[in-house]
C-alpha cells in the first residue's frame, strides 16, 4: 500500500468544486487557527468553492459560527456550518423517529453549563439526579481533566434504568491546546458496552453528510472532497458516503503517525494505521494548507 502525501490542498482543488472540512483539530485548535488555514480558506473561496465546516461540536451550528468568528475564522471564508449538535437539536425539537417519540422528557445532562443550549427551545425539563431522568443527554466530560473511569457509577445508574442516552459528539477525543482530552463519544462507548441504548449523532453517520449535500448544492459527489483528522470520524464518514477525503495528519493521530513538528509522518506507522483502521484516505497532508 502507497499513500500520496501532499504539500498542500492547491495540489489537487482543481478536481472538487465542493468541500466538506472539519474544524477542530484541521482549521482550528481550540483557541487559533492554525498556520495556513486563512490562507488556504481565502484561496478556496477565491476559486470559487462551496464548502461546509461539518463539526462534532455538541452545539448550535450558529453557535459554532459565532466561535469560529472570535478565534479568527470570518464567516466569508466559507458557505455553511454543520455540527452534531445542529442534527441532535433537531431530532430532539421534532422527536421524528421512534427512539426520539418513546423517550420521556425528563433529562439529565452529562456536560458542561456552555452545552445547556442544547436543550434551549426544547420541551424537556433539565433535572438533577440521574434516577429522576427519563433519558441522557450526552455532550461531553464537565471538566477538561477528567477520565471515563469518573462517569463509570453514572453511566451504571442510568443502564441500570434502561436510560437512553443521545450522544451529541461522537468524538473520543480532541487535541486541546496540544493536549488530548475525552469527549461525549468516549462516555457513550462505555455506556454501550455496559448494555445502555446510545442514539450517535455527527460523523460518520450518513445522515449529517446528506444535510452537507444539501447545503453544497453539489449534484455529482466525486466533485465533492472531504478533509479531516480522525480515521474513525471523519475518513470513515466520508469512505461511507463514498466521497473523496484527505487525512490531516498532523492532528488527532500526529503522534500515533510518529510526526515531529514541521515534519512529515513515518511512512511505515501512517500506513500500518490506515490499514489497521479499515479505512482508506485518497491522500494525507501534514496540516491544512494551500
Known sequence: MSISILSGLGEIAGRYD????????????GT????????????????????????????RADLVAVR???????????????TSGEEAWQHLSRRDEPFYA??????????????????????????????????????GPW???????????????????????VCVNPDLIVMHKGRAMICAGALAKRY?????RVRWHGKPLPSVYDTCFGLLGIEDRSRILAVGDSLRTDIAGANGVGIDCVLVAGGIH????GLAEGQLPDLVRLEAAIAASGQRPNAVITGFRW
Open 18 to 29: 465542493g468541500f466538506i472540512l472539519d474544524l477542530w483539530g484541521v482549521l482550528h485548535d
Open 32 to 59: 487559533k487557527p492554525f498556520p495556513g488555514v486563512v490562507d488556504g480558506l481565502t484561496r478556496l473561496k477565491a476559486a470559487g468553492k462551496r464548502i461546509v465546516v461539518l463539526s462534532n461540536a455538541p452545539r
Open 68 to 82: 469560529m468568528t472570535e478565534i479568527g475564522i470570518p464567516p466569508g471564508l466559507y458557505d455553511h456550518v454543520m
Open 102 to 139: 418513546e423517550m420521556g422528557r425528563t433529562c439529565y445532562h452529562i456536560g458542561p453549563p456552555r452545552d445547556d443550549n442544547m436543550l434551549a427551545g426544547i420541551d424537556a425539563e433539565k433535572v438533577e439526579d440521574v434516577a429522576d431522568a427519563a433519558f441522557i443527554l450526552n455532550t
Open 143 to 165: 471538566g477538561m481533566d477528567t477520565s471515563v473511569e469518573a462517569y463509570e457509577p453514572l453511566l451504571r445508574a442510568g443502564q441500570a434504568r434502561d436510560l437512553p442516552m
Open 192 to 196: 454501550e458496552e455496559l448494555g445502555g
Open 254 to 257: 500526529a503522534e500515533e503517525f
